[in-house]
Structure formats: structure tokens, C-alpha cells
């Protein structure tokens, strides 16, 4: 897809618009699951998620490629939505965003914030997508997807500082949503030459890519009804997953309480807080306590953007 020039050259755009993001080993993470534990904090960009990173590649490639582009849409459960709002607005190009009813307040809050119309439409991102698509072709705007090669460059420069900033790692948990996050590390992972395990992660609740890697071919779900929203996917990205299957070791599913346990434990033992997706690397190390003892592990906090309503109802309602 990319070479590693072509990686360190995203990583130095990325640079320019925000500072890399730390990754620190946390003992009492440690001390809780057996492993020495690295976290990548991606909850610390400018937006919240480790998105934004693809948002300014993908902005970089659409005004370079289409200069007299008229705007973007996308759809979005939010942190998507956020980088393409929050690089468009550094790139001059309106930005025009689908949401599912019910979304998130204050993903929704900060979209507009950032500059982004923002558009209600259908029960689930995959619903919101389809209108996406359509009010692109109607309006003459350019659809961007959650998952395409440019967005994957970007997001493989956190990868990229996590594996050149932690010692070598045995393996590396990663959510899984449409997979832009996934398919960036087993990028950078292997323009290093790296041996560290790719682990993705996915509720028990929105199990589309396991259920398509153990099959062998895209497999949908009929809901995807878990708290974490961003790991809300129903159908599967056909590319995404075609890279997952050659280069993830294996996929953990994680249940919505042991996700809700890994934000209270994020919380407790390092003070930052984690959004359910960014929270679902640590719930699988959890659950894979005993296999995983005595390794080096790499946990990706992809975001923190989670609602106070939905912290104190999921998060603190059994504390």
C-alpha cells in the first residue's frame, strides 16, 4: 500500500498541525494484568481520538488531487466525523457530517464546534452512511469513507511513534470500528519489520470482522447494539478486512461490563479517561490475563470522547 518513506513523510504533516502523542508504561496497569503495559494515548490529539491523524492525510490528498473540490461528507458515530471537521477546517474545505439519531450530545457538540453541518439521519452508522453516499451524488460533494488508503496512512503514524517510542512489543491490542486503526498498525508494524502481534478487539455485541475472519469473507450482523460506539459496525470493509486476515494474529470480543471496567481501571490507575473503544484493548488484555503474563504489551487508547450521561449510567452505575 505505502512504503516507509511515504509513512514518515505523513508523520512529519501530522507534526506540523499537533505533537506526537506519549505512550507511557503504567505499573499499576502492570500490576493489574500481569503484563508490562504500554499505552499509546491517543486521547490526547487535538480532537480527542487518533482519527484526526487520517483526517489531515486524507485532506492533504483531496486538495492536492481536487483542488476545486465543493466540500466533503461522511458519516460518522463521532470521532471520524471530528478529524475530517477539524482537518477540514485547517484546509478551507467545508465538511458536512451524518450521524444516526441518538448519537453521542457531545461528539455531536463538538462537530459543530469545529465547523461541521451536521445531519441526523437513520438508527445506526451503517444507516447513516447509505444517506451519506446519497447526499453526496445529490449535492455534488465528496464522500470520504471511514476506511480508505489515505485515512490508513495517517492513522499509521501513531503506530509509527509507539513502535519507534515503547521498547519491541510482543503484541499490540487494537479496536476494531471499520478498521483504519487495525489496518495502520499492521502497516507500520511491518515496514519496520517488526515481530509484534496484532490483536484486534471487538464487542461481543458488533462481532462483524470476527465473525468475517473466522469465515473467511464479509459477514454482516443485524445490530450492532454495544455502549462502545465507536466499535458500532455492522458491515464489514471488504479491503479492511482483506488486510486484518493476512495480518492480525487473532481477534478478542469483549462484553460491554468488562469494557465499562477497563474505563473504571484506565481511570483509577492512570487518570485519563477512555471512551469504550478506547477502552476495549485493555478489557481484552483482562480477559487474556493469564496467557499474556509476563509480556510486553501495547495498548491502543484510541479516544476519550464519551459522554458524562453515558459515563455515570454504564461506567459508575455498578462502582
Given at each position: 500500500m505505502?512504503d ?6 505523513a ?10 502523542t ?8 502492570a ?29 492533504r ?107 519491541p512489543l ?20 511491518d515496514?519496520?519489520?517488526l515481530?509484534?502481534?496484532?490483536i ?51 481477534i ?9 471496567e ?41 479516544g ?5 450521561a ?9 462502582a
Open positions: 505505502f516507509l518513506p511515504a509513512l514518515e513523510d508523520a512529519a504533516l501530522v507534526h506540523a498541525a499537533f505533537p506526537p506519549p505512550q507511557h508504561a503504567w505499573p499499576l496497569l500490576a493489574r494484568t500481569g503484563a508490562e503495559v504500554w499505552v499509546k494515548h491517543e486521547n490526547h490529539t487535538p480532537t480527542g481520538a487518533f482519527k484526526v491523524r487520517g483526517g489531515v492525510t486524507y485532506m490528498a483531496l486538495t492536492r488531487d481536487r483542488p476545486h473540490v465543493r466540500g466533503v461528507i461522511s458519516a460518522t458515530r463521532g470521532n471520524h466525523g471530528q478529524s475530517l471537521a477539524w482537518a477540514g477546517a485547517r484546509a478551507g474545505v467545508p465538511v458536512t457530517i451524518v450521524v444516526p439519531h441518538g448519537n453521542s450530545t457531545e461528539k455531536n457538540a463538538a462537530m459543530r464546534a469545529q465547523g461541521a453541518t451536521l445531519v441526523e439521519h437513520g438508527e445506526d452508522f451503517d444507516a447513516a452512511r447509505v444517506e451519506a453516499a446519497r447526499l453526496a451524488q445529490r449535492d455534488g460533494l465528496e464522500f470520504a469513507p471511514s476506511f480508505a488508503p489515505d485515512l490508513v496512512l495517517g492513522v499509521a503514524t501513531y503506530a509509527l511513534e509507539l513502535f519507534r517510542g515503547a521498547p510482543d503484541a499490540l491490542y487494537v479496536p476494531i470500528g471499520l478498521g483504519s486503526g487495525i489496518c495502520g498498525c499492521i502497516l507500520a508494524r515496514l519496520l519489520g515481530p509484534t502481534e496484532i484486534g478487539v471487538q464487542s461481543t455485541e458488533a462481532p462483524a470482522y470476527a465473525l468475517s475472519v473466522a469465515m473467511g469473507r464479509v459477514v454482516t450482523t443485524p445490530g450492532a447494539n454495544t455502549l462502545a460506539d465507536g466499535m458500532a459496525t455492522r458491515i464489514p470493509d471488504p479491503d479492511a478486512l482483506a488486510i486484518i486476515r493476512d495480518g492480525a494474529a487473532r478478542v470480543t469483549v462484553a460491554d461490563d468488562l469494557v465499562a477497563a474505563i473504571r481501571a484506565y481511570w483509577q490507575d492512570t487518570h485519563n479517561l477512555a471512551e469504550g473503544a478506547g477502552a476495549a484493548p485493555l478489557a481484552a488484555l483482562m480477559a487474556e490475563r493469564d496467557a499474556m503474563a509476563g509480556r510486553r504489551v501495547g495498548l491502543v487508547l484510541c476519550g470522547n464519551i459522554d458524562l453515558l459515563f455515570r449510567r454504564w461506567v459508575l452505575a455498578d
